[in-house]
Nanobody, 123 residues
C-alpha cells in the first residue's frame, strides 16, 4: 500500500505563501492535492501526471490558477504544492492523493490518501 504523509501546513497571513510537501513511499503516475474546509465538501486543487521518463503535465482548479503550483521531485518521491497570494478562503485541511489516471479531478479517481495538513490563512 502506498503511504502518503503531508507536511508544511500552518498559519499564514493573507497574501503570504506556504509550500506543502507530500512524501510518498513509492512514485505513482499521478499525484493530486485536495482541500476541505470545515463543513464543506472536499474539493480538487491540483494534479500532476507523467511516467518517470516523460514530461509531467499539470492541471489545477480555476480558483487557484496563477497562485498555486504543483510539482514533484522523483528522487524523493515527493510532491509539492506551492501556494502564493493566499486568501482566507484557502483555509482548509489539505490532502495529498495518489492514483493512476491522467490528471484526475475527482476524489474517486485516486486510490491513496494522506491524513492531511492544516492551512489557516488569517485576514
Amino acid at each position: 500500500q502506498v503511504q502518503l504523509v503531508e507536511s508544511g501546513g500552518g498559519l499564514v497571513q493573507a497574501g503570504g505563501s506556504l509550500r506543502l510537501s507530500c512524501a510518498a513511499s513509492i512514485r505513482t503516475y499521478t499525484m493530486g492535492w485536495f482541500r476541505q474546509a470545515p463543513g464543506k465538501e472536499r474539493e480538487f486543487v491540483a494534479t500532476i501526471s507523467g511516467d518517470i521518463r516523460s514530461t509531467d503535465y499539470t492541471d489545477s482548479a480555476d480558483s487557484v490558477k496563477g497562485r498555486f503550483a504543483i510539482s514533484r521531485d522523483n528522487a524523493k518521491n515527493t510532491a509539492y504544492l506551492q501556494m502564493n497570494s493566499l486568501k482566507p478562503e484557502d483555509t482548509a485541511v489539505y490532502y495529498c492523493a495518489a492514483g493512476v489516471g491522467h490528471l484526475p479531478k475527482v476524489q474517486s479517481d485516486y486510490t491513496y490518501w494522506g491524513l492531511g495538513t492544516q492551512v489557516t490563512v488569517s485576514s
